[in-house]
């Protein structure tokens, strides 16, 4: 046992958040801990890292154990370029570092017994220095920082420059980096594009430790984690297996807790029903049994409401009217912000009924594309045509639908002037709003509360084609599940942009993924993408595989090409030079000649033998420069033939 919560209970005012929670960790365990917004997630969390003081209950935690905690908006305020500040969490590596050049330095003015005595120093340190990682913790800190999304030319940047997200997940790089016996993380993934995200899940799912997370990711707990911790009414519950294990055995509770729950009810009703009726007799022994019937309900175990039964959104989507087939055409679409393309001839058509998902890292132009389709933003070149009776219905993840500045009642009333207080009030009731709920301005709303009143504006609409932007950002597990049943049974056609893999499963028929300025096409769900994915990379890397090996093959037939040629340069060459000193001496042998039965030379012996001489020797060289060339010729006509 690594961690264990013992009967935890919190109250604020008159909110029981937390009752008696209990529930414990196991070393190298991967636990989740989920539940609606609002349930006590955090402040339990805040409990056990000691934020926060529980009403009562005890905290347990194995002796000596370091815990690493990242809670949701780890804001750092450091003047330390991105990389130093990470590097810092492995300041006694550095120092060490630091002192090793030092030594090695001093050993070579020393001598004797100091020189030894500074040698068998440094080699203590030296096997430290190994053991600890100090050859590889640079190239760690680089690799973490890459996975999370930072490209090496943003290491230098300073941490005071980031954006929110970005420090968050620089205080997540260091926490990685420390790699604490227990890692406990707050919705970790909520600064994360895809491609980071499951860098992050194959880091956990190797992590030597425990990991202790809060998430609403689906995909990413089915991925990472063996045991799932479940809040809801203040009450923990302990389901082992993934994700998708504990929605399964949820599911079975829930149904199991909700019948008993309108069974016992019932049984209540005819219980006072009968009560009533033999009241209304009015006659001593009916009045004694009335009284019996009271006591016992008295001392029925009344099952609590069970939240699942009254307390979630309900959302119903529905086309006032229906489209045409062709719902939407984007033909050439360009879009830049100065010298930063984001993408260029972007071509898709939409059909009525898709559901179509795309997807692509932070800062591609994801929610751009959709921006233009809603008028906010305008191409720089192309067109987009929206097809016969397109009703258009608009969720954005920044909330630009909606008017801070008024209440949520005037939000719906102002957009659906046709609608009267009670039919404002059920819509709202509808999305949990309730009361004096829907007295409260925009801007004192939550990102979740807000988010809600966006779909009941959008379910209002009755629009046949709803562009979505990262619908499922600041909903919880419960209001995304309600997201997706209510997607799934619209007949009309639906476009989105989101990174919740689990979401594009459930409601996606066909992906558009954006990388490298352009969109690639697959037409199925999120698995299936990651299948085709797998194969495309698969068969680009055969392809650059064969591409090397052709290569390697015409380097190799280039290299034997020009060795041939250099080959037969040297036949040739050989026989050039053979038939110019031939040429050469046969021009000699001619003047010789000539000498020899010139008159002049006639009764000069001494001179006749000085050239008969001089003859001799050349036809004795010319002799064998004869048979070289045969030689010659012969090598070079083989030559030809073998390399015809």
Known sequence: MILACNNIDKTYVDNHVLRGVSFHINEHDRVALIGPNGCGKSTLIKIIMGLENADDGIITTAKDIRIGYLPQNALLNSHETIENEVLSVKKDLSDLEAELERMHEEMGKLEGSELDETIARYNEAMRVFELEGGYVYKSEVRGILMGLGFEPEEFCKTVDKLSGGQKTRVALAKLLLNSPDLIILDEPTNHLDMSSIAWLENYLGNYRNTVFVVSHDRYFLDRIVNKVVEIDCGKATTFEGNYSDYSVKKEILRTA????????????????????????????????????????????????????????????????????????????????????????????????????????????????????????????????????????????????????EKTIFDEISDAYPSLNNTQIRNTLAAFLFTGEDVLKRIDSLSGGEKGRVALAKLMLSEANLIVLDEPTNHLDISSKEILEQALNAYDGTLLYVSHDRYFINRTADRILELSGNSFNEYLGDYDYYLEKKAERSATDQQKSNNTKLENEGNKNDWLQQKQQQAGLRKIKNRLSDNEKTIEELEAKKQKLDEALYDPVNATNSAKLNEISADLKLIDDKLAGLYDEWEMISSELEAFAEQHD
Do not use: C, W
């Not at 939240?307 to 939407?328: H, I, N, R, T």
């Not at 912000?337 to 993408?343: A, D």
């Not at 009924?353 to 233009?372: P, Q, R, Y």
């Open 257 to 404: 807790a909700v019948n008993a729950y309108i069974k016992q009810q019932a049984e209540i009703e005819h219980q006072e029903a009968v009560i009533e009726k033999l009241r209304s007799f009015n006659r001593e022994k009916s009045i004694k049994r009335a009284e019996s019937r009271v006591k016992m309900l008295e001392k029925m175990d009344r099952l609590e409401r069970p939240s699942e039964y009254d307390g979630e959104m309900q959302l119903v989507l529905s086309p006032g009217v229906e489209s045409g087939k062709d719902v939407l055409s984007i033909r050439g679409l360009k879009k830049s912000y100065g010298t930063r393309s984001l993408f260029e001839n972007v071509n898709i058509e939409i059909k009525k009924g898709e559901h179509v998902a795309i997807i692509g890292d932070n800062g591609t132009g994801k929610s751009t594309l959709l921006k233009i389709l809603n008028g906010v933003e305008t191409a720089d070149e192309g067109e987009v045509r929206f097809g016969t009776k397109v009703a258009l219905g608009y969720y954005d993840q920044e909330q630009h639908v909606l008017n801070l």
